[in-house]
């Protein structure tokens, strides 16, 4: 089985301070990983995704994260956080199983950018 | 441009008429999937789809039922909804594969009263 947990659900933070939103998963198979954004009444956006190649993973509007499979861990930062960033991230898992490709999400981290 | 198109964007109606969420995609994405996401949950799979005529139960698929005649379409339909199936509901897509990232719709959001 699979899971997701994202430890925090709410994160505040300075404009220009560094964003770090924290994950960790679980998975019996090598996992696939991704990093999705949601702003207010919006679907959600692909930020970026691990897909077994390298372990740093650059994505869209300055953000990566890092695979590590001993921490179990997939930690999305920003080193300077812009007032557009607020939003909703979430971290969901894919990988295995029967419904081939099923995305598990976490619970969601809220991203308030302070002035 | 590439896009999932759900209908409608908001939808107030009265426990047990039934309704439709329409989703078309129009990638040739194989794959479909229907989610809900509610405060405090993240997103729950209601029902996927593999391809035309294939589908099958995510993890909260009672009340809810699919269909997947034509490959672009894969509307969710509620027979009898009810205060609980308030929630934002969302269709996505993308191509075989678990490494392939979802493309989403910009959602429903559906209240029972």
């Known amino acids: 089985a699979q899971s997701v947990t994202q430890l925090g659900s709410h994160v505040s933070v300075s404009e220009g301070a560094l964003v770090l939103l924290r994950c960790n998963y679980s998975s019996s198979v090598p996992p696939y990983l991704f990093w999705y954004v949601q702003y207010p009444n919006q679907g959600l956006q692909l930020l970026l995704k691990?897909?077994?190649?390298?372990?740093l993973v650059k994505g869209i509007n300055g953000f990566e994260a890092e695979f590590k499979k001993s921490e179990t861990s997939f930690h999305l930062t920003k080193p300077s956080a812009h007032m557009s960033d607020a939003a909703e991230y979430f971290c969901a898992v894919s990988g295995g199983g029967g419904n081939t490709g099923k995305l598990i999400f976490g619970q969601g981290t809220t991203l308030q950018v302070k002035p | 441009e590439a896009q999932v198109t759900q209908n409608p964007r908001y939808l107030i109606t009265v426990t047990g008429k039934k309704l439709t969420v329409t989703c078309s995609q129009n990638m040739n994405h194989e794959y479909m999937s229907w989610y809900r996401q509610d405060p405090g949950l993240g997103l729950r799979q209601i029902y996927y789809?593999?391809?035309?005529?294939?589908?099958d139960k995510g993890d909260v698929p009672e009340g809810y039922k699919v269909s997947r005649k034509e490959k672009r379409n894969f509307p969710l339909i509620l027979e009898s909804p009810s205060p609980n199936q308030t929630s934002l509901y969302f269709c996505?897509?993308?191509?075989?594969?678990?490494?392939?990232?979802?493309?989403f719709g910009s959602g429903t959001r559906l209240t029972v009263v």
């Open positions: 996505a897509s993308r191509w075989t594969g678990a490494n392939y990232g979802y493309t």
């Open positions: 789809s593999m391809n035309v005529e294939v589908t």
């Open positions: 691990y897909t077994s190649a390298a372990t």
